[in-house]
């Protein structure tokens, strides 16, 4: 069978008609070469593929709670989609914030209520100008924003209430997986002047974008290290626990039963029933017979306090009389063991 060539070797075979002969065995041997996939021992990552997805999932969900608010405050078409969830040091992620920007500082109240550095949102100039505008009755067309553009004190106070709108997504995204409330603690305006967060210290960084009608612009939150870190074992203390829980479950479940089967209850064997006036009742002498309205050979229903649980035949064992139980009771408010 005839070998067939590689891409390589067929374009070194067009090369050397060319004139830039390259020998085939150093083609093949280039090939050959096992390559190796670059790693930076200075920041080890902290977290897994599998962390970074369950981050994915919880912002794909804040994606569309945050969408359907932001239509119906807004009164516009839009649509949050997450570009990437990607773990990074947060000196990459200051450096890319220019001197206008304004940084969101957002308190994070975990179920331990351990004190942790705060969430920080960014979003584009042209984004919040545009959702500022629409809250002011304008249709938030302008996309034409100078990069040396600064907020106003007006701009600025309506920009905490937009935000404020944004964080309150975090909270329902969340709630599948772990209870925690965000709150805003500050906004601020020069983001060089934050120092809350080392700059090599691990950070994960979620960048959406926010895709409207009259204007497009992004979302980037930034979640430092050590917050991540302490939700993530929280929700794996959970995870453990109930696991644990649900083998407990079984044991306790027998243990309680070992504890109250020496229990006396009461059983008590109804015959019939009979309604009578009162003037019957005084009249009552001894001798008198009281009809019941129940065949002679009914069965009698058996009552554990107070709960009807069978039926039976009565009859007489050991020269007492007795009940010989026929079938449970198909209305009884309890589960009853097979004998």
């Given at each position: 069978?005839a070998e067939?060539?590689?891409?390589?070797?067929?374009?070194?075979?067009?090369?050397?008609l060319q004139g830039?002969s390259e020998?085939?065995?150093?083609?093949?041997k280039?090939?050959?070469?096992?390559?190796?996939?670059k790693?930076?021992?200075?920041?080890?990552k902290?977290?897994t593929?599998?962390k970074?997805?369950i981050?994915?999932s919880i912002?794909?969900n804040y994606?569309?709670?945050a969408?359907?608010?932001?239509?119906?405050?807004?009164?516009?078409?839009s649509?949050l989609?997450?570009?990437?969830v990607?773990?990074?040091?947060?000196?990459?992620?200051?450096?890319a914030?220019s001197d206008?920007d304004?940084l969101?500082?957002?308190n994070?109240?975990?179920p331990?209520s351990?004190?942790?550095p705060?969430?920080?949102?960014n979003?584009?100039?042209?984004?919040?100008?545009?959702l500022i505008?629409?809250?002011?009755g304008?249709v938030?067309?302008?996309?034409?924003v100078?990069?040396s553009?600064?907020y106003?004190?007006?701009?600025m106070?309506?920009?905490?209430?937009v935000i404020?709108?944004?964080i309150?997504?975090l909270?329902?995204s969340?709630?599948s997986?772990?209870n925690?409330?965000?709150e805003?603690?500050?906004?601020?305006?020069?983001?060089?002047m934050f120092?809350?967060?080392?700059?090599?210290?691990?950070i994960v960084?979620?960048?959406?974008?926010?895709?409207?009608?009259?204007?497009?612009?992004?979302l980037?939150?930034?979640?430092?290290?050590?917050?991540?870190?302490?939700?993530f074992?929280i929700?794996d203390?959970r995870k453990?626990?109930a696991?644990?829980?649900?083998a407990?479950s079984q044991?306790?479940?027998?243990?309680?039963?070992n504890?109250?089967?020496?229990?006396?209850?009461?059983?008590?064997a109804q015959v019939?029933?009979?309604?009578?006036?009162?003037d019957d009742?005084?009249?009552?002498?001894?001798?008198?017979?009281i009809?019941?309205?129940?065949?002679k050979d009914s069965?009698?229903?058996l009552y554990v306090?107070g709960?009807?649980w069978f039926?039976?035949?009565?009859?007489?064992?050991?020269r007492?009389v007795?009940v010989?139980?026929?079938?449970?009771?198909?209305t009884?408010?309890?589960q009853t063991?097979?004998?």
């Amino acid at each position: 069978m005839a070998e067939i060539l590689s891409q390589s070797q067929i374009d070194a075979l067009l090369n050397s008609l060319q004139g830039n002969s390259e020998p085939i065995e150093e083609i093949e041997k280039k090939e050959s070469e096992t390559k190796y996939r670059k790693y930076d021992f200075y920041s080890p990552k902290k977290f897994t593929k599998d962390k970074l997805k369950i981050l994915k999932s919880i912002f794909d969900n804040y994606s569309r709670i945050a969408g359907s608010q932001i239509n119906s405050l807004f009164r516009t078409s839009s649509e949050l989609s997450v570009v990437t969830v990607e773990e990074q040091r947060y000196y990459e992620f200051g450096n890319a914030l220019s001197d206008n920007d304004v940084l969101t500082l957002v308190n994070v109240t975990l179920p331990d209520s351990s004190k942790n550095p705060p969430l920080l949102i960014n979003a584009s100039m042209t984004l919040m100008l545009s959702l500022i505008d629409r809250m002011l009755g304008g249709v938030g067309d302008d996309t034409a924003v100078d990069t040396s553009y600064t907020y106003t004190e007006i701009e600025m106070a309506l920009y905490r209430r937009v935000i404020q709108y944004i964080i309150g997504a975090l909270k329902d995204s969340w709630s599948s997986y772990i209870n925690l409330n965000f709150e805003l603690s500050r906004l601020e305006e020069n983001p060089s002047m934050f120092q809350e967060i080392g700059v090599d210290e691990t950070i994960v960084i979620v960048v959406l974008d926010v895709d409207m009608k009259e204007c497009s612009g992004r979302l980037n939150v930034c979640i430092p290290g050590n917050l991540l870190m302490n939700i993530f074992d929280i929700m794996d203390k959970r995870k453990h626990s109930a696991m644990g829980d649900e083998a407990n479950s079984q044991d306790n479940k027998q243990e309680i039963m070992n504890s109250i089967k020496a229990s006396d209850l009461l059983v008590r064997a109804q015959v019939g029933e009979s309604m009578i006036t009162l003037d019957d009742v005084y009249n009552l002498h001894v001798g008198d017979v009281i009809n019941l309205g129940t065949p002679k050979d009914s069965d009698v229903q058996l009552y554990v306090e107070g709960q009807p649980w069978f039926r039976g035949q009565l009859g007489v064992h050991k020269r007492n009389v007795a009940v010989r139980i026929e079938d449970h009771v198909e209305t009884g408010n309890y589960q009853t063991g097979e004998s």
